[in-house]
């Protein structure tokens, strides 16, 4: 396995502008999801790395080695796409075995290597069917074995699950991680769902329109946003936003009156003025029952140990609070809710977070 360097990655179509400057360093072995809304650039991004899109400038090193003028079949990597890409007419075994025959490897060569690959995969039964046969999760796992027997120094899936339902995707996504940990491979993931990502990563990089918004362990983009836009990305639901004015700043904080809600002191710190206007941003989940902002509740839903909760504050502000299953909540009524000071997040007019001085702690 490698490590995989993009270094001022850029790519253009016609005057339209896709990627503008891409520089990540992913490490040897590590599994790094590629995560953000349809027309980031990640596809096009993960796509420049497999030398499938030449990149307009930039550099791609694999292993040390600058593949950037290499084509595909010599750059060392194998990729997996949406589509399974199977030959309907070719059994289990010689869709797995159909790169190494390209290669010219001997019988014995191609059976040890294809039974090593379905033994991981669990396939080793279906060997002797043809991909009509199979489940949506058994042909993804063809799909995936025809790159592992390539031996590639570094995987690259290009959102591989959006075709499958929803229960089979998390048992997907269960089993690629444990292939990640079985294969000890450097692995780069795309998809636009943010449960695969926080699931299934090392380390996430959140695109937004071509550039890099934050690259960093799950625990560190949900903690510590660096920007609106990765705060309201990462979290399900999503992180309320509510406009506050600034009042004053002190040892003890910023404080804000928050419009259609109280006055707060947040431990945050930065530049702000007093009138000066900013977010306050609070995740659904750490809001709790108790007395701070006033919202009427409008959706209630039941999800067994916790009761996702919508509604509205007096300004007209929408607020969603993810609060006990058996919360005494009803639709229709008022509801008092309330968070710690230290687990909200405070957005500038740029949309950069003002650092917060009681930093909560990540998991390792």
Do not use: W
């Not at 995936?144 to 089979?168: M, Q, T, Y």
């Not at 705060?231 to 509510?242: K, R, Y």
């Amino acid at each position: 396995m490698a490590t995989l360097d993009l270094r001022s990655i850029t790519k253009s179509f016609g005057t339209a502008s896709v990627l503008k400057g891409i520089d990540l360093a992913i490490r040897d072995k590590e599994f790094v999801v590629f995560v953000g809304p349809s027309g980031c650039g990640k596809s096009t991004l993960l796509r420049i790395v497999a030398g499938l899109e030449e990149a307009t400038s930039g550099q791609i090193v694999i292993g040390g080695t600058d593949v950037s003028a290499l084509a595909p079949v010599d750059r060392g990597i194998s990729m997996v796409f949406q589509s399974y890409a199977l030959y309907p007419h070719l059994s289990v075994f010689e869709n797995i075995a159909f790169p190494l025959r390209v290669a010219k490897l001997s019988e014995a060569e191609v059976k040890s290597k294809v039974g090593k690959a379905a033994e991981i995969l669990q396939l080793t039964d279906k060997l002797h069917l043809k991909p009509g046969q199979l489940s949506g999760g058994q042909r993804q796992r063809v799909a995936i074995g025809r790159s592992i027997v390539r031996n590639p120094k570094v995987f690259l899936f290009d959102e591989p699950l959006s075709n499958l339902d929803a229960a089979l995707r998390g048992d997907m996504r269960v089993e690629l991680s444990q292939l990640h940990r079985d294969l000890s491979a450097t692995m780069v993931y795309v998809t636009h769902d943010q449960v695969e990502a926080m699931t299934m990563a090392h380390r996430i990089v959140v695109l937004n329109a071509g550039r890099v918004e934050q690259f960093g362990t799950p625990m560190e983009l949900y903690h510590h946003p660096a920007t609106r836009f990765v705060a309201t990305f990462i979290g399900q639901p999503n992180m309320n936003l509510l406009p506050a004015r600034v009042v004053g700043q002190d040892a003890s904080g910023l404080t804000v009156d928050i419009d259609g809600g109280p006055r707060m002191t947040l431990p945050v710190e930065g530049r702000a003025a007093p009138g000066d206007r900013v977010e306050v941003g609070m995740r659904p989940e750490n809001l709790h029952l108790g007395q701070g902002l006033t919202m009427k509740v409008r959706v209630l839903e039941r999800l067994g140990g916790v009761s996702i909760t919508y509604g509205m504050l007096a300004s007209g502000q929408r607020l969603c609070a993810a609060l006990p299953g058996d919360a005494p909540i009803r639709e229709g009524e008022e509801l008092s809710v309330a968070i710690n000071p230290a687990d909200a997040h405070v957005f500038d007019a740029s949309g950069a977070v003002m650092r917060r001085t009681q930093a909560p702690a990540l998991a390792a």
